[in-house]
């Protein structure tokens, strides 16, 4: 039976889309889950609660709201039922009758050493946004929101925890994330989908190239779907409490989260996953330079989607300009830089680079000059995908966009007829707000 959207829902999305979302730091994210109990979590799912579908209401009014009639295609049309469909899902969870004593002890804050302990630090400006370009508000511990007027919700507030909860809290908390893992596999298939409606769009209007407005919908609309993803992933990998165990893990955060390590792992994918595209013996080399012990707070997941996309890209240049026949390649050099502010990886190919009048291109979605593309697949994002080499003509944009969700970037500079220098750079204060609208 298919999903149905119904009026009051409808009303009650437009009304959650008022509210602005409430941005989070890296750091916030990992001094919440240092300790996460049953009351923590249980004050993690009401943040969560609210922030959620906020967000998702968000997205729902600006899916409908696409100009130009692309709102109207089809595989739009379902990707907005699922975040609507998602909004319901949390919307509707009932959530658990509590004494008023235990209310009470929920809002408490925790002690330390006989003082109430400092709580969140407080989020930053996200150097990758520009003033005003986002309407969200920072989340930070004292609940205060600067000028803003109305207050921001907290993300973290960390429980007194002496004795014990009632069972009924226990029982949320997992049915809460239970629910989460479910909005969670709905939307694995979101960006071919998009895609897909973009495809849709340009087909029935006989466009070739998507407009500015469209591209920095395409971009507003991915960044908060890796912030999204992000407080899920989180939210799911604390309640699971095998997950306590891993050490320098807080949910998907690796406080040290290795570089070298990473690094040389997209490496090794990246020339599998050539060999195999090309037929080749051999891919071309690729030469790490960088310090062992380098590590720092990240998303592995993350980098690892930054790096591989990137080094795919250089390693398909070098073999296109020089034959897949040739006997050896010139090496590509990724170089890791670490700094006080930033860690930078530079990935310098000698792959003929790319010309002036066409670096603009290569930032939108769906520019790609590989000549046939590999066939939208929505089941693009599970585990058991096979990544291509190239064709999609979103590897570059989508990994921009998870530099700057945690106050990093992605530069790229060209010397045409010579090669390609790709600028990843990773902020390691961690400290700055996910860039939201
Ligand atoms: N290092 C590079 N050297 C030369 N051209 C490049 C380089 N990196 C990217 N490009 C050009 O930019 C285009 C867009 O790159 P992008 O990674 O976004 O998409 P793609 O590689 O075509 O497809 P996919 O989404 O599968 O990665 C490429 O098709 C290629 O023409
Ligand atoms: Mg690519």
Redesign the pocket.
Known sequence: MSWKSTERLMQTIKHYSGFPATGVSLRQMVQFGERPSTGTLFRASQFLSEELPIRLAHRVQELGDLPDGLNEMPSIKKVRDWYSQSFEDITTLPRPNLDPEIKERLLRPMKQNGRESKILSQTTHNPSVKEGQYRSQQANGNGSSGTSKSPARRYYASVEDEGDWPPELNAYNKKFAKTLEGIKRRHDGVVTTVAQGINEYKRKRQRMQINNDIQSFLDRFYMSRIGIRMLIGQHIALTDQRSHNEPNYVGIICTKTNVRELAQEAIDNARFVCEDHYGMFDAPKVQLVCKPDLHFMYVPGHLSHMLF??L???L??VVETHGPEKEEFPVTKVIVAEGKEDITIKIS?E????PRSVIPL?WTYM????DTTPDLDPDFNKSDFKA??????????ISRLYARYFGGDLK?I?MEGY??D?YLHLNRLSSSSEPLQ
Do not use: C, H, Q, W
């Not at 792959?351 to 790319?354: D, L, Q, S, T, V």
């Not at 520019?367 to 590989?370: D, E, M, N, P």
């Open positions: 996309e990137t795919k890209n250089s398909r240049a190919d792959g003929g680079g790319i290569v520019y790609t000059t590989v291509p080499m190239a064709g999609f003509g979103y590897g570059l944009p790229l060209s090669g390609t790709v």
